[in-house]
Each structure stands twice: as C-alpha cells, then as structure tokens.
C-alpha cells in the first residue's frame, strides 16, 4: 500500500523558518504530482503548493506565496516545503498529497494519497 510520511512540524516563532518533508514508499512518485495542503480544527483543507512530475510547473496558495517553496527529489522520493517568514496564521496540520496527471500538470485537487500530518505551530 503508497504511503506518505510527513516530517518535521513543531513549534516556531513568528518569522522562522522550516522546511517540511514528505517521503513516499511503495509509490512512485516520478510519474505523480506531489502537493501540500493545510488544515485548521474547524475549517476545510486548503491548498498550499503543489509541483508537476516534471519539477517545472509549481503553484501557490495566495497566503503562502513569496513565502513558501516547494520542491521535489524523485530519486529519493521525497518532496519538501521550506517555510520562511512564518506568521502565526500558518498554523496547523500539513498534509502531503500525491497524484497522478499530465507531466507539467500541478493542479491544486483531485490529489488521491494522502499522509496523516504532521503539526506547524507558530507563535507572536
């Protein structure tokens, strides 16, 4: 069964930085997009980045943009999200998604695996 494994959520302080990792087993992630979402206690999961199979098409939520960057190694299977200037808004679960679509396609749904989150805390 694909998994992904989320790692390195915790807690920070407003304007810090960090970068989060997402590493896929038994899923081969050359051939699918990978995505981030976010998700508070109470609302609807909300697109954050996503990036293309091909690397070369990536995609930001408005909140996260300038601030956020995806990126990709697919021979390690792994996708990243480096997190700079952190507000205490960003807080909460981020979950990694991968899916399969067109080589340069990042779309911001329809991902089809999901991880189970890892915590962002930020504090003023």
């Known amino acids: 069964q694909a998994q992904l494994v989320e790692s390195g959520g915790r807690l920070v302080q407003a304007d810090d930085s960090l970068r989060l990792a997402c590493e896929a087993t038994?899923?081969?992630?050359?051939?699918?997009?990978m995505a981030w979402f976010r998700q508070v206690p109470g609302k609807p999961r909300d697109f954050v980045a996503s990036?293309?199979?091909?690397?070369?098409?990536?995609h930001y939520g408005d909140s996260v943009k300038g601030r956020f960057t995806i990126s990709r190694d697919n021979a390690k299977r792994m996708a990243y999200l480096q997190m700079n200037n952190l507000k205490p808004e960003d807080t909460a679960v981020y979950y990694c998604a991968s899916g399969r679509f067109s080589w340069t396609a990042a779309p911001t749904e329809g991902y089809d695996t999901w991880g189970q989150g890892t915590q962002v805390t930020v504090s003023s």
């Open positions: 038994r899923l081969d992630i050359t051939v699918n997009a």
């Open positions: 990036i293309s199979m091909s690397g070369l098409t990536t």
